[in-house]
């Protein structure tokens, strides 16, 4: 090999490594753009997920604030109580329901369950359900919003009212 051909070969190897330090270089330069991206993205989403959490619990304010106030107005706490048990049968779709209030609620809950049960009935398009009234559970002093999320008995949320609790197996609607 003569020396032209040498400096040949050697000028072919400068270029194949130049050519290889560009495509890592691009390679790097590509990855840190995309990595960039990902960060800001990430941040985005933080940002939109903390956004949503705080409508989340402004809402669960607002409606704790809203079962105060409609709990004191007798005729509105009567009618959602009513809409309530309607929503409940509906749901539970059963002919024989346990129902469980609180003792101040008992005499509003008696005073609706009739209206409740013919409305169930009409819109069901079946007969009226039997409902009980759970004596030994009528002793509920304290119901705080966060014991009024919709569960199962095995700890499965529902996707129904925040105001009722339900529990599929023993058909038992809790107020």
Known sequence: MNDADVSKQIQQMVR???????????????????????TQLNASRIKYLQAQDDVV??????????????????NAYKKLLKALVVESLLRLKEQSVLLRCREMDKKV??????????????????????????????????????????????GKHLPISLSCLFTEYSSTMVF
């Open 16 to 38: 194949f490594i130049r050519q290889e330090a560009e495509e890592k270089a691009n390679e790097i330069s590509i990855s840190a753009e995309e990595d960039d991206y990902s």
């Open 57 to 74: 619990t402004s809402m669960k304010d607002s409606a704790a604030k809203d079962l105060l106030r409609v709990s004191s107005d007798k």
């Open 109 to 154: 809950v008696e005073s609706i369950i009739e209206d409740a049960k013919k409305q169930y009935a009409d819109k069901a398009n079946v007969p009226s359900p039997k409902i009980t009234i759970d004596e030994k559970c009528s002793s509920l002093h304290l119901l705080t919003l966060s014991s009024l999320t919709p569960m199962t008995l095995t």
